[in-house]
């Protein structure tokens, strides 16, 4: 006993870091919603704080999408389209793009997960490392902008959709300009690759199951159905979960509950925060400045999931709110869970490079939020 127990505490040590690394964002939420309860003791009204709607939705949908993972369909899809690419330019678009389409679907921080590996394996299958910081720094740029059109594409939306109730024309009729900017300006950047040629080394991909493709396609239609309020949402959220748990119950067990957790953490944060008057009246005079500026700024620094929950407790002004937690996602490394992820695996496959990866992100990341910054001025001028 005495000899396994020397090594059993460094791998203890390690798992405990890696979980503080893995879910910062988490622990903040916690701290704070743990702060806020001393100043406001717990009664009935905190029930009122969770929208239980987002919560099963934005379950749903993780749950779908770690379905599709295991069967590693986006990782065949990604794959197969990437192949398909005889230069590097054309390759750095193609996995940027995969991101940039996949984030829509799966959200921005699974999209990363799934694909970052893919995007490194494919430049060093290509002999062209030295490509991995502007490949991942544009992927990550790429995810975080990539979801903003559809309400189910990032956390921020679903819950601003449903707490807001917004009209999904409407919802489409706020972000279609961003959108297109943010298109625009990802297709112009990846065009300073150069087209050199390149070949990747041939490794088969055996296709995913055709059933199992059919049926979670059907569980992620009815995902989004509930996100635009077809049917009620208790009703999808039970066809999910018993669908999973017979299919595929490492699905479930694979979602990001972490994520469920930082939602219902700053839930109760920003409930609590509501309810002190004196925060209340400054953060509400504060956004009544300016909604789009003040909640780019608090991305910045508490992230743009985080932001959404707590500003839309302040403002009604959800079209600029709603563009401010889209591109506020962009700037600093704590601006978006995504971002994190991003760098986290960088540091893993390139270390001794972050510094100069920091420069590189700090630099592309506040480029683009300028450029949108403007262009969400002017799309709050015509919605």
């Known amino acids: 006993m005495s000899e396994t127990a020397p090594s059993a505490r460094p791998k203890a040590g390690l798992l405990i870091i890696h979980f503080l690394k893995s879910s910062v964002v988490l622990l903040v939420a916690i701290v704070a919603a743990a702060i806020t309860c001393f100043f406001v003791p717990f009664d009935r009204e905190y029930l009122g704080y969770f929208d239980l709607q987002t919560l099963s939705c934005l379950f749903c949908t993780l749950a779908v999408v770690a379905a599709f993972k ?22 750095v ?28 394996f494919v430049l060093e299958s ?7 910081a502007f490949t991942f720094i544009m992927q990550n740029i790429a995810a975080n902008l990539g979801g903003m059109l559809t309400p189910f594409g990032n956390p921020q939306n ?44 041939a490794r088969p991909k055996n296709a995913p199951p055709l059933w199992r493709v059919l049926v979670y396609s059907a569980l992620f239609i009815l995902s989004v159905l509930i996100v635009f309020r077809v049917f009620p949402y ?15 119950f490492r699905a479930v067990l694979r979602v990001d509950y972490s994520l469920l957790l930082t939602f219902c953490a700053f839930f109760v944060f920003s409930g609590n925060l509501a309810r002190i008057p004196a925060v209340a009246d ?27 929950v707590l500003l839309s407790r302040f403002t009604s002004d959800y079209t600029r709110l709603l563009i401010a937690v889209n591109i506020g996602g962009l700037g600093t490394p704590i601006a978006s869970l995504a971002s994190l992820i991003t760098l986290n695996t960088f540091r893993r496959v390139q270390p001794g490079q ?15 939020l300028a450029v949108l910054l403007g ?6 001028l015509l919605v």
Request: net charge positive; proline share 4%; charged share 10%.
């Open 126 to 132: 290509c002999g062209d490392k030295k490509r991995t």
């Open 158 to 201: 679903l819950y601003l959709y449903s707490y807001f109730q917004i009209p999904t024309g409407e919802f489409f009729a706020i972000m279609s300009l961003p959108f297109a900017v943010a298109f625009v300006l990802i297709f112009a950047v990846c065009l300073l690759v150069k087209p050199e040629a390149a070949e990747i080394s």
């Open 375 to 380: 262009a969400g001025y002017l799309n709050a």
């Open 354 to 368: 972050t510094k100069k990866y920091i420069a590189r992100f700090l630099l592309l990341n506040f480029s683009f």
């Open 282 to 308: 400054f953060l509400a005079s504060l956004v009544a400045l300016d909604p789009l500026a003040f909640g780019v700024l608090s991305c910045q620094f508490i992230s743009n999931v985080p932001s959404a």
């Open 93 to 120: 678009l193609a996995l940027v793009f995969v991101t940039y389409f996949g984030s829509m679907i799966m959200a921005n921080d699974m999209a990363l997960v799934t694909f970052l590996p893919l995007g490194y």
């Open 234 to 248: 208790y009703w999808g959220l039970l066809a999910v979960a018993v669908s999973l748990i017979i299919l595929d």
């Open 70 to 91: 295991n069967i590693k369909f986006f990782v065949w899809l990604a794959d197969v389209i990437v192949r398909r690419f005889k230069n590097m330019r054309n390759i």
